[in-house]
């Protein structure tokens, strides 16, 4: 049997792999919001914690991904660590933010899923030379199904070029919000204008690219 | 859905949601399925523009998770008060609909485990049957087991509207004797009589198909 990697600890990881933004690489302001949600998942309100995994599905997944050698097992994997996370809510205080504790979750449910099957995971932030960089890229890359390459990459292309279409004005508040990380505030100082004007016109942008995703996602 | 409701849900998203907004929309999103489409939809985007490439989840994934999740709090609700102070775990009743409001395949998901099989139902009616033997069988009683036989048939059961009392003795010990849920005790000292009852029983089948 293989031994097992060490795989790194949430708060670095995410640091080096995603950084200008919190420490989830998420942008600013969704730390308070999702503990909100959480104390409302707490009370059973499981509208709330159904908003967190639609908000959090798709990087549980694709990290879980890029930790398993199968990534058609991720799905499953990434299901088991959304049930875990509900199931020990109650244990959640608080002290860290909500997607540091779901990825230390994500990765020992992974984790457990390799050793159960004896598989040797790819380690991408293991301490490779190289060459061997090179060869873990190339089975990343290989080892992702054509299904979901094809579709991960068809959504890339519409979002952006639905975000080429949009007015300057959403264009910018959108970019702002999601790629610089910038508060609804800090936006509004960019812009010289009410941040309720902000507020709308994300909203704006966000519904032109739903419309341009809806045929690839139905 | 108005533009208003949307606005709020890109708000949220964003952390940007005053918190007295947030419960209502919490609420609506429960029965909501459009809206949690473009819940879903938003954070697509948005994780698309930071994080482009690699593996996304499939549509319904996020269905299938609640499902997964009605599948088991059952067993394991959330229990211990976190956050939350005072917080007391409990069955939420809307928690199937809630799945179901996701997606079509969250409906299928939670009625994956028939009612019957669900860990509480499955209790109550070992339950059931433990008190119907005790209540029913008499040791001084005709023995029940030597003509057991087969079960009787659905159509039998569906015909006979009301079973006779030897009828209802026999369901009972096969329950008993059959349940993988009434305990070991029990189904013993339920063997235990009948054959004490009749000597001549030397070996009883209760496998269908089996052999005598």
């Known amino acids: ?218 | 859905m108005t533009d208003q409701i949307r606005e709020q849900l890109s708000a949220l998203l964003d952390g940007e949601l005053p918190k007295d907004e947030m419960g209502l929309l919490v609420r609506r999103l429960e029965k909501d399925a459009a809206l949690r489409r473009a819940f879903g939809s938003y954070a697509l985007i948005g994780e698309t523009l930071r994080a482009p490439g690699g593996r996304i989840a499939t549509t319904g994934f996020a269905a299938r998770v609640s499902a997964a999740i009605d599948d088991t709090a059952g067993v394991t609700p959330v229990a211990q008060p976190g956050l939350a102070a005072g917080a007391e775990a409990q069955w939420s009743p809307g928690q199937e609909s809630a799945a179901a409001a996701m997606n079509p395949a969250a409906a299928a998901g939670a009625q994956r485990v028939p009612l019957w099989q669900r860990p509480m139902v499955r209790t109550a009616l070992a339950a059931s049957a433990a008190a119907a033997a005790v209540l029913l069988f008499r040791p001084d009683a005709a023995p029940v087991v030597a003509d057991l036989g087969p079960p009787p048939a659905a159509s039998d059961a569906m015909t006979n509207a009301s079973p006779t009392p030897a009828q209802s003795q026999r369901l009972a010990s096969y329950m008993v004797v059959h349940s993988q849920y009434s305990t070991p005790l029990v189904r013993r000292n339920v063997l235990s009589s009948l054959l004490a009852a009749d000597p001549g029983i030397t070996r009883v089948s209760y496998e269908m198909g089996e052999a005598p």
């Open chain 1, 1 to 218: 049997m293989q031994a097992m990697p060490n795989f790194p600890p949430p708060d670095e990881s995410m640091k080096s792999r995603e950084p200008g933004d919190d420490d989830a690489g998420l942008p600013a302001g969704t730390e308070q919001s999702d503990l909100e949600l959480v104390r409302r998942a707490q009370r059973n309100e499981r509208g709330a914690f159904d908003l967190l995994v639609l908000k959090y599905q798709h990087k549980v997944v694709k990290l879980v991904a890029r930790l398993l050698r199968d990534p058609t097992e991720a799905e499953d994997v990434a299901q088991e660590a959304f049930v875990k996370a509900y199931r020990a809510l109650g244990s959640f205080r608080g002290d860290s933010a909500f997607y540091t504790w779901l990825y230390r979750i994500a990765v020992n449910t992974a984790r457990n899923s390799i050793a159960s099957r004896q598989r040797r995971p790819l380690d991408y932030e293991a301490d490779l030379s190289e060459s061997e960089q090179n060869n873990v890229a190339a089975r990343l890359k290989h080892d992702d199904t054509p299904e979901a390459s094809v579709l991960s990459e068809e959504i890339r292309v519409t979002v952006n070029h639905a975000i080429e279409q949009l007015p300057e004005d959403l264009r910018t508040a959108i970019v702002l919000r999601e790629v610089e990380g910038l508060s609804y505030e800090e936006i509004a100082d960019a812009m010289d204008c009410p941040v309720g004007t902000v507020r709308s016109r994300i909203f704006r942008a966000r519904e032109a690219i739903d419309r341009a995703l809806q045929p690839l996602l139905d």
